[in-house]
Antibody
Framework: QVQVQESGPGLVKPSQTLSLTCTVP???????????WNWIRQVPGKGLEWIGC???????NYNPSLRSRVTISVDTSQTHFSLNLSSVTAADTAVYYC???????????WGQGTLVTVSS | DFVMTQSPDSLAVSLGERATIKCKSS????????????LSWFQQKPGQPPKLLIY???IRESGIPDRFSGSGSGSDFTLTISSLQPEDVAVYYC?????????FGQGTKVEIK
């Protein structure tokens, strides 16, 4: 069973940048380049919102609703990928998930998620 | 954006009975070159991440019990639980990954009657 794991601060102040990392514990992050690496979030008690993804062969793909504030990147050593969300407000308080997939199921394996609270 | 609308928002089904959830996309998610529908179904239990049940509209993910099945094509899809078990109490989401931004339905909560 593939495992992916999110990590990062659980509390971010308003107007600051939320930064999270996703790794594959004990596994290879880059295995042939066919994977989609996604960030998805969920406000507690609400539905799922796709933030964006990065595919090895192309540039990052972002949800237009967040595009002006989001950056998804891959670490140059290819050991993890990251999410940066700038100028956060209380509306960005959510559980953030990373998920890995392939073309047939682009969000196949999910991490446990990490709750990020935006508060002063 | 592709808007995914699920119905109903919630349903209560007796143990052993059938549960049916509908999902309608605002546009077709059928990719003609490979004749695949880029539609999946997830199950989410409280405090857990979503779990993939069905992909390409009708293919069961490895390890998923065969009481779960998916059907449909184009813009209308159905998730069926043929015989509801206690462990199936959860929220179910449909998800299109045909075109960016990928989107999810609002969720359907399944409970035991």
């Amino acid at each position: 069973q593939v495992q992916v794991q999110e990590s990062g601060p659980g509390l971010v102040k308003p107007s600051q940048t939320l930064s999270l990392t996703c790794t594959v514990p004990g596994g290879s992050f880059n295995s042939g380049g066919q994977y989609y690496w996604n960030w998805i979030r969920q406000v507690p008690g609400k539905g799922l919102e796709w933030i964006g993804c990065i595919h090895w062969s192309g540039t990052p793909n972002y949800n237009p609703s967040l595009r002006s504030r989001v950056t998804i990147s891959v670490d140059t050593s290819q050991t993890h990928f990251s999410l940066n969300l700038s100028s956060v407000t209380a509306a960005d308080t959510a559980v953030y998930y990373c998920a890995r997939g392939i073309d047939s199921r682009k969000c196949q394996h999910w991490g446990q998620g990490t709750l990020v609270t935006v508060s002063s | 954006d592709f808007v995914m609308t699920q119905s109903p928002d919630s349903l209560a089904v007796s143990l052993g009975e059938r549960a049916t959830i509908k999902c309608k996309s605002s546009q077709s998610v059928l990719y003609s070159p490979n004749n695949k529908n880029y539609l999946s179904w997830f199950q989410q239990k409280p405090g857990q991440p979503p779990k993939l049940l069905i992909y390409w509209a009708s293919i069961r993910e490895s390890g998923i019990p065969d009481r779960f099945s998916g059907s449909g094509s184009g813009s209308d899809f159905t998730l069926t639980i043929s015989s509801l078990q206690p462990e199936d109490v959860a929220v179910y989401y449909c998800h299109q990954y045909f075109d960016s931004p990928w989107t999810f339905g609002q969720g359907t909560k399944v409970e035991i009657k």
